[in-house]
T-cell receptor, first 109, second 114 residues
Framework: EDQVTQSPEALRLQEGESSSLNCSYT??????LFWYRQDPGKGPEFLFT???AGEEKEKERLKATLTKKESFLHITAPKPEDSATYLC??????????FGAGTTVTVRA | DTGVSQDPRHKITKRGQNVTFRCDPI?????LYWYRQTLGQGPEFLTY????????KSRLLSDRFSAERPKGSFSTLEIQRTEQGDSAMYLC????????????FGPGTRLTVL
């Protein structure tokens, strides 16, 4: 069975304090790993798809990387508007996504 | 706005009542998914449509739940005889690419069963 584990559960950062979120996964035949951002009371917002080990993608202050067993979401010099829950999901090759529980990031000014 | 839309955004009902939610996917997306999300958890898959055909249902989807996508466009999710455990955010997503399966989510419908 596919398993996705995200750590830490919560992360409190000072504005400008860079950090990383971890997503470790167990899946047979990974077809893609996704990162989403979710604000309170809203649906997940698509950020990145990673397909193979060694791949990296960037968007503003966010950079996602992928290895064979885990993915990292690096937040560089975060701002308060980066506060959100970040969700990781795997696509094992069928139709659904299997999500982790998320990491809630709070950035204080 | 050409994103996924859901209606209503919030629904409060009493235990035992029936509720129905609607999802309008991104235009021309032939794949549509329903997920359920409870507080502190990630979304959990409920069911999947390709065009009008419902191709898979999770074991989370009890007999009280039914979903339709009659013309391959919008979809409805009905819950009969609601229970307090049905309280959750119900999310709809759509995609067009079967290879990478990038799914785009709507804003969700928050259901509270009293």
């Amino acid at each position: 069975e596919d398993q996705v584990t995200q750590s830490p559960e919560a992360l409190r950062l000072q504005e400008g304090e860079s950090s990383s979120l971890n997503c470790s996964y167990t899946v047979s035949g990974l077809r893609g790993l996704f990162w989403y951002r979710q604000d309170p009371g809203k649906g997940p917002e698509f950020l990145f798809t990673l397909y193979s080990a060694g791949e990296e993608k960037e968007k503003e202050r966010l950079k996602a990387t992928l290895t064979k067993k885990e993915s990292f979401l690096h937040i560089t010099a975060p701002k308060p508007e980066d506060s959100a829950t970040y969700l990781c999901a795997v696509h094992p090759g069928d139709y659904k996504l299997s999500f982790g529980a998320g990491t809630t990031v709070t950035v204080r000014a | 706005d050409t994103g996924v839309s859901q209606d209503p955004r919030h629904k409060i009902t009493k235990r035992g009542q029936n509720v129905t939610f609607r999802c309008d996917p991104i235009s021309e997306h032939n794949r549509l998914y329903w997920y359920r999300q409870t507080l502190g958890q990630g979304p959990e898959f409920l069911t999947y449509f390709q065009n009008e055909a419902q191709l898979e249902k999770s074991r989370l989807l009890s007999d009280r739940f039914s979903a339709e996508r009659p013309k391959g466009s919008f979809s409805t999710l009905e819950i009969q005889r609601t229970e307090q455990g049905d309280s959750a955010m119900y999310l709809c997503a759509s995609s067009s690419n079967p290879t990478n399966n990038e799914q785009f989510f709507g804003p969700g419908t928050r259901l509270t069963v009293l």
